[in-house]
């Protein structure tokens, strides 16, 4: 990565633990759904949250890609990419697993692997360089 | 959940078997997890992930197997010991596993203290035994104890 991107950032749960609740619980998407043209960016962000809550507790980047809302995440492709981007630039974490899978590349250089942060960066860059 | 909900509350509900003595001992972050915490690593996560996204040490099998993690602490100066007995001496870890497949790492800070990152949540102490179980959430059984010499 060459590129330092702003906007990435570490986040906490600011005291509140929503993100412990199961998503059906905590958003609203399960009311009044209408289907738009834009389904799948709510797809996307329903998928998203159910699978941070699956995976909270979980060490395993493995378990992660295999849970069916990750496959279902990938499955949506290349648009929603720049969803993605978006996500991993306040919220740096292994969603970013789904851009290797969608875009078949990977601009992470082999030093900064693990580093969420880096990555992120370097996932952004790549991103702006192509759009 | 109501606004009175803890943290530790939350963890509960995932680890049951947490007993009163459990405490969160740092902010929440997903900038490393158990293994990279167990290896005294707070800006990494490490796991033998096959898309290579993932830290793991240069030259330590990159596969889910309890000894390609037993590997990577041996570069760290670890050796596989007995048991979780408290001994000055000696830094411990704990590897858990489900189906013979790597879960979680924990690391020991006093006698029967133990100190653990919860994946992308918070670092917590605990009880050795208080994070194990089938459920979901659980990190299975205790595969191996490893231990190194105090530096």
Redesign the interface.
Known sequence: MTKMVSGVR?T??GGS??H??PPSFSDGLHTRYTKSGDDYVQEFHRLLRKWRYE????????SM?SRPEFKRIVALGEKVVPLIIDEIRT????V??AL??ITDT?P?P?RA?????E?ANAWIAWYECET | MSAKHSALDAIRERFPNLSDKAKITSPETSKYNCIAYAAGDLERWWWPDTLHMDYWPAGCPRTEAIAAFQVAFETLGYQPCANADFDLSVEKIAIFHKNNVPTHAAKQIANRVWSSKLGQSFDISHEINCLSGADEHTYGEIALFMCRLRS
């Open positions: 570490d906490g749960s633990y929503d412990f609740l995976t909270l507790t979980s060490s395993s980047s493995t890609i919220t740096p974490d292994h970013m697993a290797v899978l990977n992470v082999e692997q693990g580093n969420l942060t990555m």
